[in-house]
């Protein structure tokens, strides 16, 4: 089969071209799916549920896919998938998509135990310790892009946010995480003087 | 998806401190105008200051990327397979 032809909307797709474009632009992007689902719901039920949603809202709108972007593609339908989860359960928090991310964030964790098991040193400590000082609005931008990997634009289609926006918060997180660093007195390029 | 963040500099050629920082966090993060990148590595090798300040937020970045929680096998696996099976069924009819 061609290029163009894993491009369904670039033509009237048949079933096979459909199934095609699935495996080659969804199925590799699962892992990053389930990373950045973990980041929004932070439940691994949850995050679990939620990639099934978007693989199943994936496959049936396949056919109109342009074949570009897959992974911007599929965050923004995750983030649909997300809010329709959240509306039936609170539809109240839908006013504002950052209390929705700090509801979201205030539910239950199960799943944290084998990776609290994991030992850390005194750097990854006190940056694990600024990351949860972290406001919420900060923190998912920073899971997003420095944790899960997402460029920018990406991470703006996770949150629905504009990309300055998604720098901005960005910015002042690190510089954040910066300052709790030095505050805890870790040491490394923080003991040295530098312009801030 | 987009490699050209930030503003080109007034000067291209020899960017100040204020133009590196005004990009720093672009930089560190792959994101900014492909066109300033020569000068921008340039001036954080010359410049002590501006060299320790990306050192700095370098290692910010990479503490936050270690804090990536491994996936379990099996998560993967059901998912895997759920698409599997999405395919699947549909080829049964």
């Known amino acids: 089969m061609s290029e163009d032809a894993l491009t369904p909307a670039a033509a009237n797709a048949s079933p096979a071209e459909s199934e095609a474009a699935f495996k080659k632009y969804v199925v590799p992007e699962i892992e990053v799916m389930y990373r950045v689902a973990r980041s929004i719901t932070r439940n691994p039920t949850d995050a679990e549920d939620l990639v099934q949603d978007t693989l199943l809202r994936a496959y049936r709108s396949i056919h109109r896919f342009d074949g570009r972007y897959p992974r911007a593609w599929l965050l923004t339908i995750m983030r649909n998938a997300q809010l329709n989860r959240v509306r039936r359960k609170r539809p109240e928090l839908m006013r504002d998509p950052d209390v929705t991310m700090r509801r979201v964030a205030d539910s239950s964790d199960d799943g944290q135990g084998v990776e609290n098991q994991v030992m850390h040193n005194e750097f990854d400590a006190s940056i694990e310790t600024a990351l949860n000082a972290l406001p919420e609005k900060f923190r998912a931008i920073v899971q997003l892009v420095d944790i899960d990997d997402l460029s920018y634009q990406e991470a703006a289609d996770v949150l629905d946010i504009p990309v300055g926006t998604v720098m901005s918060r960005l910015h002042r997180a690190r510089k954040r995480v910066r300052t709790d660093l030095e505050a805890a007195g870790v040491t490394g390029p923080f003991g040295r003087k530098s312009q801030s | ?93």
Request: net charge negative; aromatic share 4%; proline share 3%.
């Open chain 2, 1 to 93: 998806m987009n490699r050209l963040r930030g503003r080109p500099f007034s000067n291209r050629s020899n960017p100040s401190c204020k133009d590196v920082a005004e990009v720093l966090q672009t930089y560190l993060d792959g994101e900014m105008d492909h066109r300033d990148l020569d000068a921008v590595e340039q001036h954080l090798q010359k410049c002590r200051d501006c060299g320790l300040e990306a050192e700095t937020y370098t290692a910010v970045k990479n503490g936050l990327a270690r804090q990536r929680m491994s996936i379990a096998p099996d998560v993967m696996d059901r998912l895997r397979e759920f698409a599997d099976n999405l395919v699947s069924d549909t080829e049964a009819g």
